[in-house]
């Protein structure tokens, strides 16, 4: 449903891949509500993905581009405003990956050299993108910037491996940096802690469908899926979220304030009845 939440903004949403992608979603969503806005992702992302369907779906234009190079950051900020007609209103960082974890490392045993990926690609360019775009003076006074989070910054959670660090990261740079921005031209920049949710991305986490379960048991509200995410990042693109900024804002169904549900102790205690309860010890 169409509000014109959006209309006349616009925008820059980076990590659009597949109809899977959060990244996606937001586009898909904005477009609905006015917004007009580029697309960028990685050249590979691009020829390798279905970004370009997504585009002609709403009426945007791709740019490539590596998210931790400099260069090619400038070049779509310019592009984006040259394209669009004006300074931008919000923009969406939907970027992450980890080598450790798609190699299967362990967090007790990381290759370093994929560390640094991990917090380049994840986590400093997010930082990378907004002093590219402070530096352009390329947002419109009261602009939104989000970046997306996930509830391992805070706490350990099985498998989320050398991700749990760059959102961390992450969230410190929306931090320290929405101060800065905020006080200098009205731009607020936020994180959203979002539910497992099953993307290309989030697929390749070590036992994603067993943590996807069990925070499903644990939330009040229960998951909150791709689209549920994109509705909400609407909101804070908006002028109705105008004095929010430098949070992390928890969008789980309640799992970040959950110690022990009853669907998830039912479940629990179904274990001891089970002939392997001796592994549990």
Known sequence: MG????????????????DMSIAWKVAELAHQQGATFTLSNTHVACR???????????GSEVIPADATNISDLENV????????GGKIDFILHSIGMSLNVRKKRPYHDLDYNY??????????????????AFKADAMNEWGS??????????????????MADAKSLLESIARSFGYIYGRE??????TVSQSPTVTTAGSGVKGIDGLIDFSERMSPL?????????????????????????QNLYHDGGFSNMG??????????????????????
């Open 48 to 58: 390798m993905g279905s970004v370009t369907d997504l585009a002609e779906k709403t």
């Open 3 to 18: 509000y014109n939440l959006l209309k006349g903004k616009r925008g820059i949403i980076f990590g659009a891949l597949n």
């Open 115 to 132: 560390l640094n990926k991990t917090l380049d690609i994840s986590a400093i360019s997010f930082h990378k993108l907004i002093q590219t």
């Open 77 to 84: 900020i310019n592009k984006s405003t040259e394209v669009l």
């Open 260 to 281: 022990m549900s009853l669907r998830a102790m039912k479940q629990y205690n179904k274990s001891f009845d089970s002939d392997d309860v001796n592994d549990l010890y």
């Open 222 to 246: 229960g998951n909150a899926d791709a689209e549920d995410c994109a509705n909400y990042c609407l909101t804070l693109f908006s002028d109705l979220t105008r004095k929010v900024t430098m």
């Open 145 to 162: 910037i989000v970046g997306l989070s996930y509830i391992a910054a805070q706490r350990s959670l099985y498998g989320y491996n050398d």
């Open 185 to 190: 031209k009205k731009v607020r920049i936020n």
